[in-house]
């Protein structure tokens, strides 16, 4: 079984509207063949908690306006660490970088195919990277004053 058409079109919109809040490496996973309970995941990060709530709601906002899409559920929105939305046929998780790393979702699901995304999505792969890397070296620079 594969994701079906209406999960595919869901993870593109909300990949492109992660893409175009400055989202981090979005990645999108068909884990249809291995749960029961959706079809695919969405995975981004984001430096910081109020950009992390910025992607989430525009997530949100752009799949109900496109698509007529509500969440079932909403999980995580006070910390803003790790926010959780649930349409049923996907599972949208946005995670502040430092979860997403310790947490590792991708290594969780690495057996499952990886699903085509826009080119804006696409080009976000490597910025939490980057921009930890950028922020190891400001703060090197602050020491040396």
């Known amino acids: 079984m594969t994701a079906t058409d209406r999960s595919t079109e869901l993870i593109n919109v909300a990949a492109q509207a992660a893409a175009d809040k400055l989202a981090h490496d979005i990645i999108a996973y068909d884990v249809s063949d291995v749960l029961a309970i959706t079809d695919a995941f969405l995975l981004a990060s984001a430096p910081n908690d109020r950009q992390v709530k910025s992607i989430v709601d525009a997530i949100e906002e752009r799949l109900n306006k496109e698509l007529g899409a509500k969440p079932v559920r909403r999980e995580g929105d006070r910390e803003a660490r790790w926010v959780l939305l649930d349409y049923v046929d996907i599972v949208v998780h ?47 620079a602050g020491d040396m004053l």
């Open 94 to 140: 946005v995670q502040h970088s430092e979860e997403r790393v310790f947490y590792a979702l991708e290594r969780l699901w690495k057996d499952c195919p990886e699903l085509d995304l826009p080119a804006d999505a696409k080009a976000t792969r490597g910025k939490g990277a980057q921009h930890a890397e950028e922020q190891g070296a400001d703060a090197a």
